[in-house]
């Protein structure tokens, strides 16, 4: 019985991650792409050849990784408010405590210059894949992703 459920582990394991879709699950937030609204869910499959964003299978996007000039992170941090709310009415403690919580939303942008024809767009990536996304992006394209949250504008 052990042998016969090895066996089966060892075809279906494979199988399903031949199954899995490449790439990065990313949220498109705007930019370049007119055929994309915002908050659009994208799959973003990063190559020494070329950068696609797909949508449902088809490609809406592909950049040389040379004509990036530039690529930007940044985060949006804000408490848990309305959850908070929700689940207070049912139980005040933990609606209190769930108030006390952060949640982070991490955005990266890319902005490029393909012989005159410039562009950018900005998306949210995975709070547990955007390190990959930013250092792949970083690896084909040989710039250094930018903190936007370190900057400091001056009116």
């Given amino acids: 019985m ?7 582990l060892c075809i279906i394991l ?17 930019g370049s ?4 609204k915002a908050g659009a869910d994208l799959r973003l499959l990063v190559a020494p050849e070329m950068i696609r964003f797909f949508k ?9 990784p040379s004509a990036i ?3 930007s992170y ?3 941090v804000h408490r848990r408010i309305g959850a908070a709310i929700g689940i207070g009415v049912f139980t005040l403690g933990i ?3 769930m108030a006390l919580t952060k949640s982070k939303k991490h955005f990266i942008g890319l902005t490029w210059d393909d012989a005159g024809k410039k562009g950018g767009l900005a998306f949210q990536a995975n709070k547990n894949d955007y390190r990959g996304v930013l250092s792949g992006l970083e690896g084909v394209s040989g710039k250094k992703a930018v903190n936007t949250d370190t900057m400091t504008v001056k009116n």
Avoid at 56 to 64: F, L, Q, R, Y
């Fill in 2 to 8: 052990k042998n016969l459920i090895a066996i089966a």
């Fill in 14 to 30: 494979p199988t399903l991650s031949i199954a899995a879709e490449a790439g990065h699950k990313v949220e498109y937030d705007g």
């Fill in 33 to 36: 792409i007119q055929s994309i």
């Fill in 56 to 64: 449902d299978k088809k490609e809406v996007a592909a950049i040389t």
């Fill in 69 to 71: 000039t530039e690529i």
């Fill in 74 to 76: 940044g985060q949006d």
């Fill in 95 to 97: 609606g209190a405590l």
